[in-house]
């Protein structure tokens, strides 16, 4: 007969229990390491619309810092489709790090569907008074300059071209570049002037007769900015070729600079 060492015995079966805890020590600081910098870092957002062309493209990735402005606990949205109930718990903000700025691009849940997340420039700040005539904006009353650059074919998701004019605007110090309609203006050319209450901004896409923004809706309530984005970390061109191709050109590409 053959003696069997306590080496060559077959280790015992684990319970789902056990496997669960080994999972956890395994996995869990991983884990908690991704959820931690998604919820209080970063996070990104993939661009799904022309409304911001062409600072940024459609299937353009972006950067988005969730602490630009302060410490938030985030919010709690309960969904129940079927019964067509939305419950949301507004952030709480633990600690004010920076008041958002003009200029700023921020990704933001939408206020009338606030499970839906929004990307946009913030053009006005709490006691700004904001108006839009033929698609320049006024601030207080003085006119934020503009120079033309030249004509500018963006593509919208459905891969068909549309003709613009391409626009240099300076936003208070801030330049950019901005697109309006090259023919006739839109019903979105012209805005009533309103003042921008407290703990809320006014904003707009940079595509400024094919944005639905701030002109349509109102406001964005400080507790509904999730962050503020800061660079193209990837792009895709979904209507190039058969397949798409990435446009290397756009990585990692400063949404501030001009």
């Known amino acids: 007969m053959t003696n069997s060492t306590e080496d060559d015995q077959d280790e015992a079966p684990k319970g789902a229990m ?25 996070e990104p957002f993939r661009i799904p619309s022309g409304s ?7 299937g353009d990735h972006v950067a988005v810092s969730k602490f ?38 921020i990704v933001f849940r939408f206020p009338l569907e606030e499970s839906t997340n929004y990307i946009k420039r913030i053009v006005a700040v709490p006691g700004d008074r904001i108006k839009v005539r033929d698609n320049k904006i006024f601030i207080n009353g003085e006119e934020m300059k503009r ?26 110090g801030l330049k950019h570049e901005v697109l309006t309609n090259k023919g006739l203006s839109s019903a979105l050319s012209d805005f009533r002037e309103v003042e921008v209450p407290e703990d809320q901004v006014f904003v707009m896409g ?12 109102g406001f964005v309530r400080a507790d509904q900015i999730k962050g503020k ?18 446009r290397s050109d756009r990585f990692f590409r400063n949404l501030y600079t001009n």
Not at 21 to 36: H, M, N, T
Not at 52 to 58: K, S
Request: net charge negative; glycine share 6%.
């Open 229 to 246: 984005a800061h660079l193209v970390w990837l792009s895709w061109d979904g209507c190039e070729g058969n397949f798409g191709s990435i």
């Open 206 to 217: 940079d595509n400024r007769d094919f944005s639905e923004d701030s002109r349509r809706w």
């Open 68 to 105: 630009s402005y302060g410490i938030w606990v985030p919010a709690t949205i309960v969904e129940i489709p079927f019964l067509d109930f939305l419950w949301v718990v507004p952030r709480y903000q633990l600690l004010e790090l920076a008041k958002p700025q003009r200029g700023d691009i």
């Open 147 to 172: 120079e033309y650059q030249d004509a500018y074919d963006f593509v919208d998701s459905t891969c068909r071209p549309i003709g613009t004019r391409r626009y240099v605007e300076d936003l208070a």
């Open 18 to 42: 056990a496997k669960v805890v080994d999972f956890v020590k395994s996995w869990g600081p991983a884990i908690f390491a991704v959820l931690f910098i998604r919820t209080f870092v970063f």
């Open 52 to 58: 911001m062309v062409p600072t940024l493209l459609i």
